[in-house]
């Protein structure tokens, strides 16, 4: 079982903070990265599909970064907004393993 | 409207007994997946279908069965082997299994007494 780590497990912030997490994996052999936003009682949305070493995404106010040599991609959020308060899962997919491999998620809570 | 829909939404069954879960896409998706995700921890993957009537086995497949007999089904049997079956379980479906976003059900939440 391939590890993918998420950082940190949660986070609280206030209104109009800026934020940042880590989804980190194993450097060999990548295919692709995916982040999935999960509202409460909703189904996870996609966010993402990064698959190039120095890949940025952006969608309105957040954003994501691919490091595929050591392992990592942050995603920021400029500016949360409560609407924000989810719980963000990344998925590795790897070229030997066929299948995706999900981090355990970072669950943001922003306050008003 | 495409998706995927999952039912029943909540499902309560005796130590013992297997049941089935339920999982319909009609976004004509050729994978299917079977995620269980427990308290405090990510998605784990339980049974995965690339095509029609072939399935393979995820990190967690010991006490579960699946089948796919046609396209935009993929339902999940939770035996009486899984010796921890309480769980909240996810289907999703993608176009294949490579990079492609995948797309999820509501999800059903089983307990298990």
Redesign the interface.
């Known amino acids: 079982?391939l590890n993918v780590e998420?950082s940190p497990q949660s986070l609280h912030v206030q209104e109009g903070d800026s934020t940042n997490f880590t989804c980190s994996f194993p450097s060999s052999n990548f295919?692709?990265l995916?982040w999935?936003r999960w509202e409460t009682a909703?189904?996870?949305?996609?966010l993402f599909?990064m698959?190039l070493n120095g890949d940025e995404k952006k969608k309105g106010r957040i954003s994501a970064t691919l490091n595929t040599k050591e392992g990592y991609s942050y995603l920021y959020i400029k500016g949360s907004q409560p609407e924000d308060s989810a719980t963000y899962?990344c998925?590795f997919?790897n070229t030997n393993a066929?299948?995706?491999?999900?981090?355990?998620?970072t669950t943001l809570t922003v306050k008003p | 409207d495409g998706g995927i829909t999952q039912s029943p939404k909540y499902l309560f069954r005796k130590e013992g007994q297997n049941v089935t879960l339920s999982c319909e896409q009609n976004l004509n998706h050729d994978a299917m997946y079977w995620y269980r995700q427990d308290p405090g921890q990510g998605l784990r993957l339980i049974y995965y279908s690339q095509i029609v009537n072939d399935f393979q086995k995820g990190d967690i497949a010991e006490g579960y069965s699946v089948s796919r007999e046609k396209k935009e089904s993929f339902p999940l049997t939770v035996t009486s082997a899984q010796k921890n079956p309480t769980a909240f379980y996810l289907c999703a479906s993608s176009i294949g299994t490579r990079s492609y976003e995948q797309y999820f059900g509501p999800g059903t939440r089983l307990t298990v007494t």
């Open positions: 079982i998420q295919y692709a995916h999935y909703k189904s996870p949305e996609a599909v698959t899962l998925a997919y066929g299948k995706s491999t999900f981090g355990d998620g």
